[in-house]
C-alpha cells in the first residue's frame, strides 16, 4: 500500500496508511456493531467456522456504544482470536466503520455487519476472486 495519506473532506474520512514495517493478514474482518448481541454469537461463529490464522486473519468487532458491551460474548465465543474496540460513547455508523478502519491491518477488508453470517467457503472463494484478478480493489457479493 501506498504511504499516500487519503485527504479527508466532508464526505470521506481520513484514514491512515499502513506502513511497510506493519506484518499485515491478508484479511481484516471488520464487524461493526451497534445493539446487535442476540445477532453476534451467530455472527462470530460464521467467521470463526472459517478464520484462517493469526497471520492470514484478523477479527475486530467494533462496536458504538452499545447498551450491553459485547466483550465477554466476544471472548466467550472467540478467545483472544477476536479484538474488540469499544466506543467511549456513540459516533455513529460512519466514525465507528471509520474507527475500525484505522485499526485494521489486513491486505483486504471484510466488512460484516453485527447481525449478518457469512456463507460456507467465503472466504476460499474471495481469495480464489483475487489471486485470479489481481488488477481488482474490491468484490462484492
Known sequence: MSSMTIKPNKHR???????????RPTW????PTHNCGRYLDRTLRSVLDQAQSETLMEI????DDSTESPI?????????????IR??????KAKNFQSGL???RGQF????????TIGENFYTSM???????????????
Open 109 to 116: 477488508i471484510h466488512q460484516l455487519h453485527g447481525d449478518d
Open 28 to 31: 481484516s474482518v471488520l464487524i
Open 72 to 84: 465477554a460474548l466476544a471472548r466467550r465465543i472467540g478467545g483472544d482470536r477476536v479484538r474488540v
Open 87 to 92: 466506543q467511549p460513547r456513540n459516533v455513529g
Open 13 to 23: 474520512p481520513a484514514i491512515s496508511p499502513i506502513t511497510d514495517e506493519v506484518n
Open 60 to 63: 475486530l468487532v467494533v462496536d
Open 102 to 104: 484505522n485499526a485494521s
Open 127 to 141: 481469495d480464489e476472486c483475487f489471486r485470479s484478478h489481481p488488477e481488482a480493489g474490491a468484490f462484492f457479493c
